[in-house]
């Protein structure tokens, strides 16, 4: 079943639209990385649930998920749905939630005077390969070789891939990918060497500077803990917390 959720840029654009952005941001990236490295049959897009099955990332709910759009009823568990389901909602028919994993939707105008007072960010910003991104995440994050194929397979002409350099080598990166007038941040990691030098912070001013000159109105994201600071220092601000459903063991 297509869905028919609402698009950016519809509406005023409030607390409760930063919301939608973002969790809309979240479905569409991962139902991305189901169509590149599964094929279209991965998707899964009904009026209440944006996301993919991807098989060989069932154990994580970053990645074979689905979100269910604000204001719409989660729905019942089906097997055509991924393993982890995420919502703003109390309670998901079927499924228990998972408190561990509960992540907090960001968002921000691209036109807030305090985000315009920080600045354009670095002066420099590179283009990585889909995989060199994958790799720095993995590092980063502790991962063991299951991200990189993934995002390395991604085939959708509204994601783009930055990166700032130190010595000819990537240090930091980002994935982006637009939706209507929101710019979806996603996958910002820095190797361990380069942390706590505010590179992370100038390459997201970066993007957000280039959103703002292309037109677009709005940046949303889902941050982690360790990130949450990170995001509030540059303006954004929490609008809703997703929360993970999972199906009984």
């Excluded at 028919?93 to 305090?114: H, Q």
């Excluded at 994601?159 to 130190?166: H, T």
């Excluded at 912070?201 to 990130?227: D, F, H, M, P």
Aim: a negative charge.
């Amino acid at each position: 079943m297509q869905s028919t959720m609402k698009q950016a840029g519809d509406g005023p654009i409030d607390d409760a639209e930063l919301a939608r952005r973002s969790v809309i941001g979240f479905g569409e990236v991962v139902a991305a990385l189901g169509r590149g490295y599964t094929g279209p049959e991965a998707e899964v897009r009904w009026p209440n649930a944006l996301g993919a099955r991807i098989g060989v990332a069932a154990d994580n709910p970053w990645f074979d998920a689905a979100v269910v759009p604000v204001g719409e009823l989660p729905p019942a568990d089906d097997i055509l749905l991924p393993g982890c389901l995420w919502t703003l909602a109390d309670a998901v028919p079927g499924r228990l939630e998972e408190p561990s994993i509960a992540t907090p939707c960001m968002g921000v105008m691209l036109d807030d005077p305090a985000l315009l007072a920080l600045g354009n960010g670095a002066q420099t910003v590179d283009t990585p390969s889909l995989r060199l991104l994958g790799d720095l995440n993995e590092r980063a994050y502790g991962e063991t070789g299951g991200f990189t194929p993934l995002v390395s397979a991604l085939q959708d002409e509204r994601i783009r891939a930055y990166g700032l350099k130190d010595n000819g080598s990537f240090v930091c990166v980002a994935l982006t990918l637009t939706v209507g007038d929101d710019l979806s941040i996603h996958y910002v990691a820095t190797e361990a060497d380069y942390r706590r030098r505010g590179l992370a912070s100038q390459l997201v001013l970066s993007l957000l500077a280039k959103a703002r000159g292309e037109g677009l109105k709005t940046a949303t994201l889902q941050a982690s803990e360790e990130g949450l600071p990170v995001w509030e220092r540059l303006g954004f601000r929490q609008v809703a917390t997703l929360r993970g459903y999972l199906r009984p063991a």
